[in-house]
């Protein structure tokens, strides 16, 4: 299992690394990621969020929608989007901050899977919505910075979000 990183620490603002070998240290990395998903309550979770800088996430909407389970998502890029939605958002690198963020409702993606093998596939709902997110992480980008400047000063008055991060 693996310790969460949280905002202001820097390997969550750089830009990640394609995956290129697709071994038994990459299917224990993924593994170990949704074990720490799991403990940590969290519906996805992306590799800088645990100190790894590569092109990889974890989700899992099933406390939401029973049928799914566990996915790996390595190097997805997002080639289409269509809709728009507004949804409240949380991190797990951003305890206790949860707000509303608007993005695309539905995404076409491309990624490759934990064997190796490339998929295109369209996905709406959470599954977009959680995906969207992640894929920010491999960025470096987080929910907080699509808030307006006076939610981000109210959170900041809490104490729950750094002056600079
Ligand atoms: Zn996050």
Redesign the pocket.
């Known amino acids: 299992m693996y310790k969460i990183r949280y905002i202001g620490d820097p390997v969550l603002r750089r830009e990640t690394r394609p995956i290129e070998t697709f071994d038994a240290q990459l299917e224990k990395t993924i593994n170990n990621m949704i074990v720490t998903m799991h403990r940590e309550e969290g519906i996805?979770l992306?590799a800088p969020?645990v100190g790894y800088s590569i092109k990889l996430c974890v989700v899992d909407i099933s406390s939401i929608y029973e049928n799914e389970g566990p996915r790996a998502f390595i190097n997805p890029l997002i080639v289409e989007s269509w809709g728009e939605e507004t949804l409240e958002e949380g991190?797990?690198?951003?305890p206790d901050v949860r707000d509303d963020v608007s993005r695309p409702e539905g995404i076409r993606l491309q990624y490759t899977d934990e064997n190796g093998q490339g998929h295109e596939e369209r996905f709406d709902g959470w599954m977009a919505r959680v995906l969207q997110?992640?894929i920010d992480?491999l960025n470096g980008i987080?929910?907080v910075d699509y808030l307006p400047p006076f939610k981000r000063r109210i959170w900041q008055q809490k104490g729950l979000l750094p002056e600079n991060y």
């Open positions: 996805g992306a969020q991190c797990l690198s951003i997110h992640e992480h987080l929910f």
